[in-house]
C-alpha cells in the first residue's frame, strides 16, 4: 500500500497483515534519503531531501514553484498560470496533459519510483494499492506515469497493471484501521 498525500507512505501487507518488523517501525519510505545536496527540498519532518519532499503532493507543489522560478516563460505558457500553484491547481492541469506540469510532476516522482522498484526487486512485491489525496486527484494518468518510471529503475514487465487506485474517498485509512481493529479482536 502506498500513500500519496501530504507526505509519502507505504506498507507492505503479507496475506492482510501489515509487515512491521521486529521494531514495529516499518513503512517510512517517505523519510528515505534521496539527495544530501544543499539545495534538496526540505521535509515535513526537518530534514533536507527525503523521498516525500519530492513525491508527496507538498513536494509536487515545492517542486513546480521551484521549476516556475527557473522557468518563467514555460510556466506561464503552463495552465499554471495565474494559478496560485496549490497541489489542487497541479492535479487540474496534470489531468488536463499540460506538458509543462507533467514535466514537473515526472520529476517529483523519480525518488518514489526508485523506492518501489526497490521493494519489487528485494522482496517481489507485485500489487501495489495507491492511496491519498493527490493520488486520488491525480488518478491513473499518475499511476501510468509512476509504472513506467518504475519500470525505468527496475525492469519488470508487470508494472502497467501493478498498480490499483483505492476507492475514491478520503476514509481508506479509517476503514482500513477498523477493519484491523476488528480482525484483531476476533483473533
Ligand atoms: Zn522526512
Same mark, same amino acid.
Given at each position: 500500500?502506498?500513500?500519496i498525500g501530504?507526505?509519502?507512505?507505504?506498507?507492505?501487507?503479507? +496475506?492482510?497483515?501489515?509487515?512491521?518488523?521486529?521494531?514495529?517501525?516499518?513503512?517510512?519510505?517517505?523519510?528515505? =534519503?534521496?539527495?544530501?545536496?544543499?539545495?534538496?527540498?526540505?521535509?515535513?519532518?526537518?530534514?533536507?531531501?527525503?523521498?516525500?519532499?519530492?513525491?508527496?503532493?507538498?513536494?509536487?507543489?515545492?517542486?513546480?514553484?521551484?521549476?516556475?522560478?527557473?522557468?518563467?516563460?514555460?510556466?506561464?505558457?503552463?495552465?499554471?498560470?495565474?494559478?496560485?500553484?496549490?497541489?489542487?491547481?497541479?492535479?487540474?492541469?496534470?489531468? =488536463?496533459?499540460?506538458?509543462?506540469?507533467?514535466?514537473?510532476?515526472?520529476?517529483?516522482?523519480?525518488?518514489?519510483?526508485a523506492g518501489?522498484?526497490?521493494?519489487?526487486?528485494?522482496?517481489?512485491?507485485?500489487?501495489?494499492?495507491?492511496?491519498?489525496?493527490?493520488?486520488?486527484?491525480?488518478?491513473?494518468?499518475?499511476?501510468?506515469?509512476?509504472?513506467? =518510471?518504475? +519500470?525505468?529503475?527496475?525492469?519488470?514487465?508487470?508494472? +502497467?497493471?501493478?498498480?490499483?487506485?483505492?476507492?475514491?474517498?478520503?476514509?481508506?485509512?479509517?476503514?482500513?484501521?477498523?477493519?484491523?481493529?476488528?480482525?484483531?479482536?476476533?483473533?
Amino acid at each position: 500500500m502506498v500513500s500519496i498525500g501530504s507526505g509519502i507512505g507505504a506498507k507492505l501487507f503479507l +496475506n492482510s497483515v501489515p509487515v512491521l518488523g521486529v521494531s514495529f517501525d516499518a513503512g517510512e519510505l517517505g523519510h528515505v =534519503k534521496w539527495s544530501s545536496l544543499p539545495d534538496a527540498p526540505m521535509c515535513d519532518c526537518g530534514e533536507i531531501g527525503h523521498i516525500g519532499a519530492y513525491a508527496s503532493g507538498r513536494g509536487a507543489a515545492s517542486l513546480v514553484q521551484a521549476q516556475a522560478n527557473k522557468d518563467p516563460l514555460g510556466f506561464a505558457a503552463s495552465r499554471l498560470a495565474g494559478t496560485a500553484i496549490h497541489t489542487m491547481d497541479i492535479a487540474q492541469a496534470f489531468i =488536463k496533459g499540460d506538458p509543462w506540469t507533467t514535466n514537473c510532476v515526472e520529476a517529483s516522482i523519480i525518488p518514489l519510483a526508485a523506492g518501489l522498484a526497490a521493494t519489487r526487486s528485494i522482496v517481489g512485491v507485485e500489487r501495489y494499492i495507491v492511496i491519498g489525496g493527490f493520488a486520488l486527484a491525480v488518478g491513473t494518468t499518475y499511476t501510468s506515469l509512476l509504472a513506467r =518510471k518504475c +519500470n525505468e529503475h527496475y525492469n519488470w514487465p508487470g508494472w +502497467n497493471t501493478a498498480f490499483e487506485m483505492s476507492y475514491a474517498d478520503d476514509d481508506n485509512g479509517l476503514v482500513g484501521a477498523g477493519r484491523y481493529g476488528e480482525d484483531r479482536r476476533n483473533a
